[in-house]
């Protein structure tokens, strides 16, 4: 282990040294998951730093997923789930919410979620038709008044499109976005006449395209959906 605790220089503050140094290790799979780190004592004698310097690293490792510290037991490296890299997104994405990120995410949208709903028709199973399909009689049987539920069946409708594609980078990358279409969607059509019937009628077209492994139409009506989305969205915005 000298080569990853060896002593620390000065170029950048001992803290940010120390993080960096023990983060290579777990980056370079010198330290793997489940790996006891050395004491806090053991460390600071390593590093050759102060325990203030060395505590403050630690909370940040900590703090950010690398590491976990259970008291009474020592501090070990931990496993990055992809649960983690989505919550980090969601609450990026929560606290930069306004017009711009609205047109950013539409505009994501309508590059990459056509592409997707073509995948999903090839790669679907059964058990992702019946998870779609539940999310189709549940929009179709949600109260119109009820935006709220209406939205998280959406959402919900998406996501099962992407994990139908059986791609994890596309789930990783895509269900951050997903998790805003309740707050777009509340905000952009909360004023538009027959919306439901609409929006059923979309939703069940991709549904069907996916089911019928025609990717071609899947492309087609999912791209229609989100056009709709940014026309209408343009005209919110006037």
Do not use: W
């Amino acid at each position: 282990m000298d080569e990853i605790f060896g002593k620390i220089g000065t170029a950048q503050t001992l803290s940010q040294k120390i993080e960096r140094r023990i983060e290579e290790a777990i980056r370079q799979k010198k330290l793997l998951v489940g790996t006891k780190l050395p004491s806090e004592r053991e460390l600071c004698e390593m590093f050759a730093v102060s325990r203030t310097a060395l505590r403050e690293a630690l909370r940040r490792l900590s703090a950010r997923g690398l590491i976990q510290i259970k008291k009474g037991s020592g501090m070990f490296v931990s496993e990055l789930r992809i649960e983690d890299a989505i919550e980090s997104l969601n609450l990026y994405y929560d606290l930069s919410f306004d017009s711009d990120l609205i047109s950013q995410i539409i505009e994501v949208r309508r590059v990459f979620e056509p592409e997707i709903a073509r995948i999903a028709a090839a790669n679907r199973t059964d058990e992702d038709l019946a998870a779609l399909n539940r999310n189709i009689s549940d929009l179709a049987d949600c109260d119109p008044d009820n935006t709220q539920m209406e939205a998280d069946i959406i959402n919900k409708f998406h996501l099962n499109v992407a994990k139908a594609t059986g791609n994890k980078v596309m789930i990783i990358s895509m269900e951050p976005i997903y998790s805003l279409l309740p707050r777009m969607r509340n905000l952009i059509y909360a004023n538009v006449d027959g919306e439901k019937d609409f929006t059923v009628k979309a939703h069940r077209a991709i549904f069907e395209a996916i089911r019928d492994k025609n990717g071609e139409q899947a492309y087609k009506e999912m791209a229609g959906q989100i056009d709709r989305t940014l026309e209408i969205y343009t005209q919110y915005l006037k």
